[in-house]
């Protein structure tokens, strides 16, 4: 496959506040700095959130290496930001990626 499709990232992020502010306020941040981004999805999970992100369009090959970058360079700093309140290091799991054909 040599198309572009759109992707969906799924995220758990855990050691961050869950209410509702927390989530408005990390939502606004994501839809600031990842470019290509079509919908960001964050939903409070067992004391966790669990964050869905649409990407427009990678190649089949891109979504292996843009996963890692989203975690270091995105999800990471912005996570550590809102860690503060909830007064832990935050951890972020990767769940699963997919492309929507």
Request: glycine share 6%; charged share 30%; aromatic share 8%.
């Amino acid at each position: 496959m040599t198309g572009k499709l759109p992707w969906i990232f799924r995220f758990l992020l855990s050691g961050t506040d869950c209410d509702d502010l927390t989530r408005q306020e990390l939502r606004d941040e994501l839809r600031t700095l990842i470019p290509g981004l079509v919908d960001v999805n964050i939903l409070p999970v067992n004391r966790a959130l669990q964050i869905d992100i649409e990407m427009a369009a990678l190649s089949h090959y891109d979504w292996e290496a843009y996963e890692p970058y989203l975690i270091d360079h995105i999800l990471g700093p912005t996570a550590r930001r809102f860690s503060g309140r909830a007064g832990g290091e935050p951890e972020i799991t990767p769940l699963r990626a997919r492309s929507r054909r």
